[in-house]
């Protein structure tokens, strides 16, 4: 093996390590923009927003766990302006934690569209699985310091007949969650054909 070989190789690794970087780095930045634009529901503390993509596509183009990294970005940088007492993000964080690691790790064994789009399926039916106890004993339980419980029990019964905060959150909650992922696996499948050789660094 010549020196030269072993010298080219280094430098492509090099360069691979700082375009992971830079790409995670654009994405964890795209990913917190993305947090601000929330779509209001039914529910009005319950909005709708695309922050997961980005983490979705890094988990697709460079690993599950750069996907994981980007969630962890995002919402390290939304503490500066949290309104729930650093408690939202950390649910955000766990379930789309959750969301891009799944979906990566099954994409990562066969690197097809057939298998990026069943693994996200897979990875926002198990996020919308862990969305019950995540807002049943960790979000929830703040809320309560600031809304009584009775009210926000309220805000579900003017939508649809339930009679507890656990029927809410299973028959609202668990839904959303599972359909926001959804459209996230559904535009990641119409945009990471054309943006991977970006995310690669392979535009030449």
């Given at each position: 093996m010549?020196?030269?070989?072993i ?8 360069a ?7 790409g995670?780095?654009v ?6 923009a993305?947090?601000?634009?929330e ?7 319950i909005a709708?927003d695309?922050?997961?993509?980005p ?14 990294l ?7 940088i939304h503490l ?10 950390l ?6 934690a ?6 990566g ?6 690197k097809?569209?057939?298998?990026a ?17 995540s807002?049943?004993?960790?979000v ?6 600031f ?19 656990e029927m ?17 696996v ?11 050789p970006f ?6």
């Amino acid at each position: 093996m010549s020196k030269e070989y072993i010298i080219n190789q280094n430098e492509k690794t090099k360069a691979n390590k700082t375009h992971l970087i830079v790409g995670c780095g654009v994405l964890a930045a795209v990913a917190t923009a993305l947090q601000y634009l929330e779509i209001p529901s039914p529910v009005n503390f319950i909005a709708l927003d695309f922050s997961d993509l980005p983490a979705l596509l890094g988990a697709f183009a460079y690993g599950p766990i750069a996907g994981v990294l980007i969630e962890l970005v995002k919402n390290v940088i939304h503490l500066a302006v949290s309104r729930s007492g650093y408690v939202g993000e950390l649910s955000n964080f766990i379930l789309g934690a959750v969301f891009t690691l799944t979906a990566g790790l099954i994409y990562q064994k066969h690197k097809t569209k057939k298998s990026a789009i069943l693994g996200g399926v897979i990875g926002a039916l198990i996020m919308a699985v862990v969305s019950y106890p995540s807002n049943l004993f960790v979000v929830y339980p703040f809320y309560y310091n600031f809304m009584p419980k009775e009210a926000v029990l309220g805000v579900y019964q003017a939508l649809f007949k339930v009679n507890s905060i656990e029927m809410a959150i299973l028959i609202y909650n668990v839904p959303f969650t599972f359909i926001k992922g959804l459209i996230s696996v559904a535009i990641s499948a119409l945009i990471y054909k054309p943006l991977r050789p970006f995310l690669k660094g392979k535009t030449k």
